[in-house]
């Protein structure tokens, strides 16, 4: 069965520090890997999308890697700002025959306080 | 630009009525994606329409049904409502099929009472 396992479920960080979110998934065959950011109460942007050749893509002072052998991939946030608060997605697209399916992960909860 | 536009934006119903959701793409999108999000399950994938044929389904009832018209934009209806399907539906579109970036609509949260 396709899973996407997310963690930490929630974070609290001081504003200017660091931090990494995890996903690990068990999706097969591999499509595509996608980070989404949902600020409370509107839809979620779409902040990477990593296909397999793909292992570091960057957005501004989010970076995803992606390491396909291990089934994992990490969002590392630099030097973190309040309107960083927010749930971050993680999205699996698993190919076949002319269609994907997606599996989404439960989203890691991000608060970052001054 | 314009983003993408849902409406309502709220929505209330009872058990056994249907409903119609809308969503307009960004112009010059031709693909729409419908999903369902809730607190409990998280976001879960409904469909997606490319040039007016639905190319992908996730896994929910024959109740969830959609369409997409010649000017992309797109509807999604859902039948015989029961409480389960008070929800947050989003609707993102981009250019084409596949793995591109998708922009999301703010939503219709639909309440069944």
């Known amino acids: 069965k396709n899973q996407v396992e997310q963690s930490p479920q929630s974070l609290i960080i001081l504003e200017g520090k660091n931090c990494t979110l995890q996903?690990?998934?068990?999706?097969?065959?591999?499509?595509?890997l996608r980070w989404y950011k949902q600020d409370t109460g509107r839809g979620p942007v779409s902040l990477t999308i990593m296909t397999f050749s793909e292992n570091t893509k960057s957005n501004g002072r989010y970076t995803a890697t992606l390491d396909a052998d291990t089934k994992q991939s990490s969002l590392h946030i630099t030097a973190s700002q309040l309107s960083d608060s927010a749930s971050y997605i993680c999205?699996?697209?698993?190919?076949?025959?002319?269609?994907?399916?997606?599996?989404f992960g439960k989203g890691t909860k991000l608060s970052v306080i001054p | 630009k314009a983003g993408v536009t849902q409406t309502p934006r709220y929505l209330i119903k009872t058990r056994g009525q249907q409903v119609t959701l809308s969503c307009s793409p960004i112009?010059?999108?031709?693909?729409v994606s419908w999903y369902q999000q809730t607190p409990g399950q998280g976001l879960q994938f409904l469909f997606e329409y490319f040039s007016e044929t639905q190319r992908n389904k996730g896994n929910f009832p024959g109740r969830f049904s959609g369409r997409q018209f010649s000017n992309s934009r797109s509807e999604m209806n859902v039948s015989t409502l029961e409480l389960g399907d008070s929800a947050l539906y989003l609707c993102?579109?981009?250019?084409?099929?596949?793995?591109?970036?998708?922009?999301f609509g703010a939503g219709t949260r639909l309440s069944v009472l």
């Open positions: 999205v699996v697209s698993a190919a076949g025959a002319g269609s994907y399916q997606l599996t």
């Open positions: 993102a579109s981009s250019l084409d099929d596949g793995p591109s970036i998708q922009y």
């Open positions: 996903c690990n998934y068990t999706v097969s065959p591999f499509s595509n």
């Open positions: 112009s010059g999108h031709r693909s």
